[in-house]
């Protein structure tokens, strides 16, 4: 006989945001793995349930020792519940092991949806929502970031992040640097609880702000790259450049402006007039 695994998603804040059958599945757990022992009690007492199970600890720091122990327990027919501290498990925080051990061995995953820091960020964030992808937590030391970053610069999709209040400004000016600081951005702080706050702007905007000093539990989530223009049509450029010298207009004036106005360098625009005019003669 195989066990069940139950995913509970707790509440990112506000209690009152607990899942229904959270209570219910606190108390037919045969095993609780919390993320930390003494949230779980509060949260218990707050839903005014008893834990009945057993309780153990899973955190970042126990989660390969202890996946196997979880996993003999579900071998064995128990229901396990795992919470962590806030929202969903495996989300940015552990669970993936044992969900993993847990399908290999045969045993039932089932889920108590919950709250999510992510959608909550995304739903508010006054950006794109329906393509996204989660990027978890940046990298803490600067060439390591700027290199994450570097590969989601061309991603169209919205991007969300998970960030430490003391290295928000940081990341802020870091995302700036590889995506431009005129990309939207919205950075969601403390939500669902008393002083939750949407802050939304540009990326070197919201770097200023933040370099003033940020507490609290952080979500960034940023807007997707723009679609790549499409070339620009060499023949087309030096025609409109010839339009303009016709009009009266000095060549090296003409090229900036359709340079300006087409999204392209100069260098490009004087290319292609140099190949009209060269074919031309020819």
């Known amino acids: ?167 928000l400004a940081a990341s802020l000016s870091a995302m700036a640097d590889v995506f431009g600081p005129d990309r939207r951005a919205a950075v969601c702080r403390e939500l669902t609880k008393t002083y939750e706050e949407v802050r939304r702007g540009p990326l070197a905007d919201l770097a200023a702000w933040a370099d003033e000093g940020v507490r609290g539990e952080i979500t960034v989530v940023v807007e997707g790259a723009a679609p790549a223009a499409a070339p620009a049509d060499p023949a087309a450029l030096a025609r409109l450049v010839a339009e303009r010298e016709a009009a009266g207009q000095h060549r090296k004036e003409a090229i900036a402006e359709v340079a300006r106005a087409a999204g392209v360098p100069k260098r490009e625009v004087f290319d292609a007039v140099v190949a009209a005019r060269t074919a031309d003669r020819t």
């Open 1 to 167: 006989m195989t066990g069940t695994l139950v995913l509970a998603g707790t509440p990112i804040g506000d209690l009152a945001d607990a899942p229904p059958r959270l209570g219910a599945e606190l108390l037919a757990a045969d095993v609780v793995a919390a993320e930390d022992t003494r949230r779980l009690r509060r949260l218990a007492q707050g839903l005014g349930v008893r834990v009945a199970g057993r309780v153990v600890s899973y955190f970042e720091g126990n989660e390969a020792a202890r996946t196997p122990e979880l996993a003999e327990e579900l071998a064995q027919g128990a229901r396990v519940l795992l919470v962590t501290d806030a929202g969903m498990p495996s989300v940015s925080d552990p669970g993936y092991r044992l969900v993993a051990a847990a399908v290999a061995g045969g045993a039932r995953v089932t889920v108590v949806p919950g709250p999510s820091a992510v959608l909550t960020a995304l739903a508010v964030s006054g950006l794109p929502v329906d393509r996204f992808c989660f990027e978890g937590f940046l990298p803490r030391k600067a060439g390591e970031r700027a290199a994450r970053l570097a590969e989601a610069a061309d991603e169209r999709r919205t991007l969300v992040y998970f960030e430490a209040p003391h290295r």
